[in-house]
């Protein structure tokens, strides 16, 4: 911006300029990670809410499911199922135990059938396997859509070295030897 504008007032630009880029940069690095631990958390709760199903369909109850699933796993889904089996076994009310636990991104559903389960003693294997089943089916369109826009970022480059390359091969000499026939003959 210096050389553009010139002078102190091209400096005092350019350093404004730069600042806002970088400030941009951290944003969107920063965005970008939350949407991937997002994504993984999301890919991490339909295994997780499998072996609740599994578990309760075994005459396990929602404290003891959430004991046996929360051990098998790692991050923030077996920490906050581990954290949930343990307050409702000091005797936590199981209503705000699994709101907390339903905080987590794409929990909602399942912290609900929970609930009920863990309120009123109802089987809560048909609820957890449809829950489970939505988020299965929300994991691979969210695949297929990453696939997609990757399909379509692997073209950019392509095009970016082949059109220079065909105009360069294929139009320019087409249109140098039509330049050379036309000053020939004219």
Sequence with gaps: MAILV?????????????CGVGRRQRRMKALAARRAAEADLRAALAPAADL?????????????????????FDGPVGERLRRVAAELRLGAEPSATWQRFGALPGARELARCMERAGIS??????????????????AHRA??????????????????????????????PVLLGLAEGLMAGG
């Design 121 to 138: 003693g109802v089987p809560a294997v048909e609820g957890v396997s449809r829950v489970a089943a939505g988020l299965r089916a929300a």
């Design 52 to 72: 609740l199903a599994a578990c309760l369909a075994a005459g396990a109850g929602p404290r003891a499911a959430a004991d046996a699933v929360g051990r098998s």
């Design 143 to 172: 695949a297929a859509e990453r696939a997609r826009r990757a399909g379509v970022l692997v073209t950019l480059p392509l095009a970016a070295c082949f059109l220079p390359a065909f105009l360069a091969i294929g139009v320019v």
């Design 6 to 18: 010139g002078g102190a007032i091209g400096v005092v630009l350019g350093l404004t300029v730069a």
